[in-house]
């Protein structure tokens, strides 16, 4: 006997721009009573939410904001959790599993988002061609030694490194931090990247090199690209071989 009497959508509504949702995504916001989420990525989906309940709670809410969706799902309400990118990526996937004992009966369905990593790169050229690694400067969750281990171990391995929230109003060095981390590591003239309001209003890629990366300007909207041994700029654009003989 099947006793799953509720449902919630965990949703990745991609970098911002309705067109770059999925199909899924925007069907499931659709066909949902209440939409859950921080206010800037409701603010991102208002089109699709007419009529709709939204319910939101500030950054450091999280853990209210996934019982706010319990607790209307419980209400017999369709309910859609929203986050940027793809909710299982620094997103409200995982919070809301961690949560679920709590609320028997309940079935989550997560839906894919294309996240800033594959989104950015796509603006800027074909960084991620090969092997990558993806690492989070906020120490809002994460000790700074770990994230500190994490880029030496990308930087030793090789691999493209993919910065999320190099910056922010109390963070506004951790982007320089992070180049002087695996500065011994990387060469002042790697080629690398980053990209500004993905998806946005303001979208701006620029490619560089790592002695310029440590001295530009970013916030917490912007995305960083650290190339690898086979990476190099062409055109304005970052690229990193795949490996193929041509």
Do not use: W
């Amino acid at each position: 006997m099947n006793d799953i009497k509720n449902t919630i959508y965990i949703i990745g509504i991609g970098p911002g721009d309705i067109s770059m949702m999925t199909g899924e995504a925007i069907e499931a916001i659709k066909a949902s009573d209440t939409i859950v989420g921080y206010p800037v990525y409701l603010k991102l989906v208002e089109e699709l939410t007419t009529g709709k309940e939204l319910i939101a709670t500030p950054m450091k809410q999280e853990v209210e904001r996934c019982r706010m969706a319990y607790e209307e799902a419980a209400k017999g309400k369709k309910v859609a959790v929203i986050s940027s990118g793809d909710a299982g990526i620094y997103g409200m996937a995982s919070l809301m599993y961690e949560l679920l004992p709590e609320h028997p009966g309940t079935e989550l369905k997560v839906i894919a988002g294309i996240t800033a990593a594959n989104s950015g790169a796509a603006v800027l050229g074909a960084p991620l061609s090969g092997d990558f690694a993806v690492i989070s400067m906020s120490d809002l969750l994460t000790p700074f030694e770990l994230i500190e281990k994490r880029l030496r171990a990308a930087a030793e391995a090789d691999m493209v490194i993919v910065l999320y929230n190099p910056a922010s109003h109390k963070r506004k060095d951790y982007l320089k931090k992070a180049c002087e981390i695996i500065g011994d590591i990387i060469p002042s003239d790697r080629a690398c990247g980053y990209v500004k309001n993905i998806g946005r209003e303001g979208e701006e890629p620029v490619a560089l090199t790592f002695s310029e990366l440590r001295e530009a300007e970013v916030d917490m909207f912007t995305t960083v690209y650290i190339g690898n041994s086979n990476s190099f700029i062409m055109d304005g654009r970052m690229i990193t071989r795949r490996g193929y003989d041509i």
